[in-house]
């Protein structure tokens, strides 16, 4: 093929091969510009399904307009052959750079990555899965700037069903799950979290999932968590890390709803919100520029709204307005009477306390535990910490207090009720009916399951997000347990009796029956327990 002359174009070098043909650098006979020529391989050719695939290829990126996608210029029969001419982006693959560039930061991959996911928020708009991103199909030209390229695997959603048949469906390392399962029956999704793999070996030089062969890790892309990638790069801004591992969510639901919203977050920690206590206009002010405030202010991140904020050591609250709320039931004693109680307003962590935050903790102190090391190192940091005492928490939250300039406690048993169950007196976080499916519980016959990542169950959060906050872990609560104290108590803002012998635990434990996922239910335990299904989330 080399120095042959095809139509207006001689070939001048082979410089790729793809999963359906090979690319050669060619250059317009008149015009003396360059182009790529995809040439599909000849064995291929002879079966007419991927012949029809290849022609499809062209239509559908020739029907694509935008200044980040590579563009098909020209499709040309010639001698049985069947050429794909797009235009030529002079610059290495994007595997290319990484493999001279390493890790690297959120700032080098926004840069890398905004063009091509605008793109696909475009091609996906156009009813086209991609179905195939990976950093070989992302080209970067002189300038830096990035392209997408090779829609030979990509879904049309609506096309004939023939031309959907006879290639391989996507890339191991970059698959999601769905598309393992079943590659003609997936959404835009799935492209996300191939983007989020992508993101993920940028930061790392690593991909979320390796193996020996294909099969292990689309099985791990299936099965398993990706370790957390703020352990592997401590550079990353809380907020970008926690956006690479939402779009890596098993499944589609838990991801975002698009490559819009995901480029939102991506670039929330580029400039943020500052609200001062007790101000309710907001400015912009970058983040090195009010560095001295955040003693002070609470981060409200672009684009989301007050009752989501992202604070220190990345430790997300909700807002609980001030209102009354429909506190106990009629089922349990210790649960009667169900009354009105009034709260004064407050935030509330929208996820448990994690072994990073706890691990932090001990360093600060000059302290050390093993385990908490341990499971760090198995890419656990982000799991709720468990085995803490109500004292151990109690100098958590004093220490977290003084480093932060803000007030940190454990919630009341009032506090942590309404934040679960909200105004109207629902049974659970979610309804008034037991969602078994996804719950860490297990019934009368099942077996215990560990937990999982926070936020696993998005269904499942309560009326003001809060995640996770029955059938996950036990949590610790401000007050002593009094099984007649809803008898006496005052009807605003309870603070539980003045003494006792256990302090109260709520929400249940992925160890623990249905029964206990009640958002009224009532434990206690000795405040120098440690238990393995015991942990805490803060209030301020």
């Known amino acids: 093929m080399i120095n042959k002359t095809i139509g207006n174009y001689k070939i001048l070098k082979e410089i790729g091969e793809g999963g359906m043909g090979t690319v050669y650098l060619a250059e317009h006979v008149t015009l003396g510009k360059k182009y790529a ?40 029969e010639y001698q049985g052959q069947h050429i794909l001419v797009s235009e030529y982006i002079e610059g290495p693959t994007l595997s290319e750079y990484m493999q001279k ?30 179905r195939d991103i990976k950093p070989s199909n992302i080209l970067i030209d002189e300038s830096g700037k990035s392209y997408i390229t090779d829609f030979g695997i990509a879904l049309i959603l609506g096309a004939d069903p023939l031309t959907q048949i006879g290639a391989t469906m996507g890339t191991p390392h970059y698959m999601s799950p769905e598309q393992a399962l079943n590659p003609k029956k997936i959404d835009h999704r799935s ?41 592997l790069n401590r550079s990353l801004p809380a907020d970008f890390a926690s956006a690479i591992m939402k779009a890596l969510a098993k499944s589609p639901n838990d991801r975002f709803s698009g490559c819009g919203e995901m480029l939102k977050a991506l670039k929330s920690d580029d400039e943020i919100y500052i609200i001062a206590e007790g101000e309710t206009e907001k400015s912009k002010i970058p983040r090195s520029k009010a560095a001295s405030k955040t003693s002070r202010s609470a981060h409200l991140r672009n684009g989301y709204s007050k009752d989501a904020i992202c604070d220190w050591l990345d430790m997300e609250m909700v807002f609980v307005p001030k209102g009354e709320f429909l506190m106990g039931s009629g089922e349990i004693d210790d649960e009667t009477p169900q009354h ?46 468990v085995e803490v005492s109500w004292n ?50 297990v019934d009368s016959r099942g077996t215990l399951r560990p937990t999982l990542p926070p936020g696993s169950f998005p269904s499942y959060s309560s009326p003001y997000g ?68 015991n942990g805490f989330r803060c209030v301020r």
Not at 49 to 61: G, K, V, Y
Not at 417 to 429: C, Q
Request: aromatic share 10%; proline share 4%.
């Open 37 to 76: 020529l995809k040439v599909l391989f000849p064995h291929l050719a002879k079966k007419k399904d991927l012949r029809e695939r290849f022609i499809r290829e062209a239509q559908a990126q020739a029907t694509l307009n935008h200044q980040s996608i590579v563009r098909v210029t020209d499709y040309i």
């Open 101 to 130: 560039k390493g890790k690297l930061s959120a700032k080098e991959i926004l840069h890398i990555v905004e063009g091509p996911m605008e793109a696909l928020n475009y091609v996906h708009s156009k009813g086209i899965i991609h």
């Open 191 to 231: 492209d996300l979290y191939s983007v989020g793999c992508v993101i993920y070996e940028l930061a790392t030089c690593e991909p979320p999932f390796d193996g020996e062969t294909s099969f292990e890790i689309v099985d791990k892309h299936k099965n398993e968590i990706p370790r957390d990638i703020s352990l």
């Open 340 to 385: 009105l109680v009034h709260l004064d307003s407050y935030y509330i962590g929208k996820y448990h306390v994690t072994n990073n935050h706890w691990a932090e903790y001990l360093i600060r102190q000059g302290l050390t535990q093993e385990s908490i090391n341990r499971l760090i190192d198995k890419g656990l940091g982000n799991y709720p910490v």
């Open 392 to 441: 151990d928490v109690l100098k958590f939250t004093k220490w977290l207090s003084k480093v932060t300039g803000k007030k940190y406690r454990l919630p009341t048993e009032s506090e942590w009720e309404k934040a679960a169950r909200g105004k109207d007196g629902r049974k659970y976080p979610w309804g008034n009916e037991l969602l078994k499916r996804g719950l860490h519980v």
């Open 466 to 533: 809060c995640e996770d906050m029955v059938g996950y872990i036990w949590q610790w609560c401000h007050d002593w347990y009094d099984e007649n104290y809803y008898m006496k108590n005052p009807s605003r803002n309870p603070q539980g009796p003045k003494r006792g012998i256990s302090r109260v635990l709520r929400g249940g434990s992925w160890d623990t029956l249905s029964d206990f996922l009640r958002v009224s239910y009532r434990s206690r335990g000795n405040p120098t327990e440690r238990s393995s299904g």
